[in-house]
T-cell receptor, first 114, second 117 residues
C-alpha cells in the first residue's frame, strides 16, 4: 500500500521568510502532484512532476522531485499572506486493471503572518 | 483547460433521506471518474473509481450499498448517498481523468458540501 507523508502538517511563517515542505512516499512512482486548497474550496493544481530531478517554479513556489529518495519538496520563497492555504502532495501509482490512483498526503496548513 | 462541474455545491438533508451528487466533465470525455471524501481538516480519501459503463470499484471500508455510483456516460457520474446520517456529512469531491497532449491528466471538481441534520 502506497503511503505518502508530508511534513510539517502545520506551518506558521512570517512574511518574507523562506521554508520548505517535504513529501515522502513509500513505493516507486514517477508522477507527483502538488495542490493548493483554500478553505471551503476544492483543489487547485500547482505542479506535476514527472521525472527524477524535475524542478518546476511558479512565482514564489518551487517544487522538485527525487524519485530515488522518493522525496518531493515544495519551497516557498519570501512568503506573502496570499500563500496561506493548505498544500497537498499526491502520488500516482498503478492500482491494477490498467488504472492509476492518486494517494494524498495529509496536507500542510500554511499560515503566513504579516 | 478541462473543466469539471459538480452539482449541487451545497446540500443539507435530513437523516434517513438520500442525496444525489452529479459530476460532469464539461469540455472533454472522461475515461475514468473518481469520488473523494474530505472530512474537516483532513486529507482527501478516495472512495471509489468508476469507468463509463461498468461497475465502480470501491475502496476498502466504503459501503457500496450506501454510496451508489453510476457512470452512465463519458461526461457524467453520479454519487448517491443513501439513508444519509450525520456522520456522512463531509466535502465530496469528484475528479475526471482524460488524455491531454498524450498524457493522462486528472481534473478536480469544485466539491459538494453535504450536511446531514
Amino acid at each position: 500500500e502506497l503511503k505518502v507523508e508530508q511534513n510539517p502538517l502545520f506551518l506558521s511563517m512570517q512574511e518574507g521568510k523562506n521554508y520548505t515542505i517535504y513529501c515522502n512516499y513509500s513505493t516507486t512512482s514517477d508522477r507527483l502532484y502538488w495542490y493548493r486548497q483554500d478553505p471551503g474550496k476544492s483543489l487547485e493544481s500547482l505542479f506535476v512532476l514527472l521525472s527524477n530531478g524535475a524542478v518546476k517554479q511558479e512565482g514564489r513556489l518551487m517544487a522538485s522531485l527525487d524519485t530515488k529518495a522518493r522525496l518531493s519538496t515544495l519551497h516557498i520563497t519570501a512568503a506573502v499572506h496570499d500563500l496561506s492555504a493548505t498544500y497537498f502532495c499526491a502520488v500516482e501509482a498503478y492500482s491494477g486493471a490498467g488504472s492509476y490512483q492518486l494517494t494524498f498526503g495529509k496536507g500542510t496548513k500554511l499560515s503566513v503572518i504579516p | 483547460g478541462a473543466v469539471v462541474s459538480q452539482h449541487p455545491s451545497r446540500v443539507i438533508c435530513k437523516s434517513g433521506t438520500s442525496v444525489k451528487i452529479e459530476c460532469r466533465s464539461l469540455d472533454f470525455q472522461a475515461t475514468t471518474m473518481f469520488w473523494y471524501r474530505q472530512f474537516p481538516k483532513q486529507s482527501l480519501m478516495l472512495m471509489a473509481t468508476s469507468n463509463e459503463g461498468s461497475k465502480a470499484t470501491y475502496e476498502q471500508g466504503v459501503e457500496k450499498d450506501k454510496f451508489l455510483i453510476n457512470h452512465a456516460s463519458l461526461t457524467l457520474s453520479t454519487l448517491t448517498v443513501t439513508s444519509a446520517h450525520p456522520e456522512d456529512s463531509s466535502f465530496y469531491i469528484c475528479s475526471a481523468r482524460a488524455r491531454d497532449r498524450g498524457r493522462l491528466e486528472q481534473y478536480f471538481g469544485p466539491g459538494t458540501r453535504l450536511t446531514v441534520t
